[in-house]
C-alpha cells in the first residue's frame, strides 16, 4: 500500500520542503496571493473549456441533421437536389 502514495501526490516530508522553498522564494506575505491567483486562472481556463465544449457540440449537432433519402424524389426533384449539392 504505501508504494502507491506517490501516485497521489507529494506527501509527508516532501510537501514540508515544496512549502519551506515556496516561502524562501516567494516570501510569507505574497504566498496567499499566488494561490488566490492560481485558482482564479484555473477558474478561467474551466470555464473557457467548458465554452469551447459546448460550442463544439452545438457544431456537432447541427452538421449531424439527418439527409433527406433521395430514393424518394421524383426525377425533378432528384436533379433540382444535384445541382443544390453542386
Known amino acids: 500500500m504505501s508504494g502507491l502514495l506517490p501516485l497521489f501526490g507529494p506527501v509527508g516530508p516532501e510537501m514540508l520542503i515544496i512549502l519551506l522553498v515556496l516561502v524562501l522564494l516567494f516570501?510569507?506575505?505574497?504566498?496567499?496571493k499566488l494561490a488566490r491567483s492560481t485558482g482564479e486562472a484555473m477558474g478561467e481556463f474551466k470555464k473557457g473549456r467548458e465554452e469551447i465544449e459546448k460550442e463544439l457540440n452545438?457544431?456537432?449537432?447541427t452538421e449531424a441533421d439527418p439527409v433527406e433519402d433521395v430514393s424518394e424524389?421524383?426525377?425533378e426533384e432528384l436533379e433540382t437536389e444535384r445541382e443544390s449539392t453542386n
Open 73 to 75: 424524389l421524383d426525377d
Open 58 to 61: 452545438e457544431a456537432a449537432d
Open 27 to 32: 516570501g510569507a506575505n505574497k504566498i496567499p
